[in-house]
């Protein structure tokens, strides 16, 4: 029994220095990604974009969202496709307003049709179809573009060996503990772990705040019809692009995403979420994660030696030097809400912790209301709530 606890202790010491020296090297990696990385010159004449919206429902802030594309500054011929699943969903009205205070962009509404379990991917399918962009641009609805957003990205995705780009998010307005848990999440954990892991293993998938493709590249993989009823739609894109031989790439640039209003319990809902469908959809890479969390192991060492000073000694140093390891990203990061949020870190780095394991305890995901089994090929089943 002794030995056991020996073992124990030994292993928790040894996945803390190891997430410490994940954390190190994943603020390293970050630094060098974002240092002067200028995107090459736009394709002249500049090739044509379609912007696609797939969504249902509307919050304040989803005007404005859109507005800052239709606000782009761009040489080259641009359309904008807003999709959903209903005639009388909130967002039509939201088109309706775009439609009328900015009469030169072309902004349509498409009412799509549901193909499969997953709502969000039947509309981009419907999307993709009436698109006529030489490259295609699917966002989610709460991103918030800078005007030289396509200027940046577009000669990105012109070289010839590129296949999918993404972007990875800034979680700004963020007025709510909950709220502040994602920014502090998306800032501190999610931006160090990808740029890690693009130099190590590289990035074969995407996320959703941008994904974009070439329209041929997507015509090849015959739109999204083989994963309609798969949760991580972003992730089976990039996923089928790199086997076809082609890159994902993460170009230099955060992009604003106001985070939802919502409470702790919501917040760690959504992050459990996330945890599952990543476990499902990436299989043993999964385990990964755990690497990266030194303040959560520090904190079991800590309860296994709950009457010994050495193991709260260790947790309060791995939570110092958490702190200013992430106020030295605070420069590339740049959230909003540090000031008032950066004592809430620790926390988030224990519920990565706690969701990592909750990844593997079970298989029900709460996704826009709705409830659903995740399967173990990474389908969807719906369930009564």
């Not at 969000?120 to 179809?129: D, G, V």
């Not at 798969?230 to 082609?246: M, P, T």
């Not at 192991?297 to 110092?320: D, E, M, Y």
Request: charged residues 15%; hydrophobic residues 50%; contains cysteine.
């Amino acid at each position: 029994m002794i030995l056991l606890w020996q073992a124990t202790t030994a292993l928790v010491g040894m996945l803390t220095l190891i997430g410490l020296a994940s954390i190190i090297l994943g603020l390293l990696a970050t630094r060098r990604h974002f240092a002067g990385n200028l995107p090459p010159a736009l394709p002249e004449p500049a090739p044509s974009v379609s912007i696609l919206k797939p969504v249902e429902g509307a919050g304040p802030s989803t005007f404005e969202a859109f507005a800052s594309f239709c606000r782009l500054d761009y040489p080259g011929k641009l359309e904008i496709i807003i999709g959903t699943l209903r005639p009388d969903d909130p967002v039509v009205s939201v088109v309706r307003r775009l439609q009328q205070e900015f009469p030169g962009r072309n902004v349509r509404l498409l009412v799509a049709e549901a193909l499969g379990a997953n709502r969000k991917t039947s509309i981009m399918e419907a999307l993709r179809r009436q698109a006529v962009g030489t490259y295609l641009f699917f966002s989610d609805a709460d991103v918030i573009v800078p005007e030289d957003y396509l200027c940046q990205l577009v000669p990105r995705l012109a070289a010839p060996d590129v296949g999918c780009l993404t972007c990875l998010p800034r979680g700004v307005a963020a007025h709510t503990l909950g709220g502040k848990m994602i920014a502090l999440h998306y800032g501190f954990n999610y931006l160090p772990q990808w740029m890690l892991a693009q130099r190590t293993t590289g990035i074969h998938w995407a996320i959703g705040h941008t994904m974009a493709v070439p329209r041929a590249v997507l015509e090849t993989l015959g739109g999204f019809n083989g994963f309609l009823d798969h949760l991580a739609d972003d992730y089976e894109l990039g996923h089928r692009i790199s086997q076809l031989g082609l890159k994902v790439i993460v170009p230099p640039l955060l992009l604003d995403c106001e985070v939802p209003a919502e409470s702790l319990q919501a917040a760690f809902t959504r992050m459990q979420r996330w945890k599952r469908t990543i476990r499902r959809s990436r299989g043993t890479q999964f385990l990964g994660i755990i690497l990266t969390n030194p303040v959560f192991w520090a904190l079991i060492l800590a309860l296994l030696h709950p009457l010994t000073s050495w193991s709260w000694s260790v947790l309060g140093a791995l939570v110092l030097i958490r702190w200013l390891l992430a106020a030295g990203l605070q420069g590339i990061a740049q959230m909003p809400d540090w000031p008032s949020a950066w004592w809430l870190l620790p926390f988030v780095d224990v519920v990565e912790g706690i969701t990592f394991f909750g990844a593997y305890s079970g298989s029900t995901v709460l996704w826009a209301g709705r409830r659903y089994e995740l399967l173990r090929d990474g389908t969807l089943k719906e369930l009564n709530l």
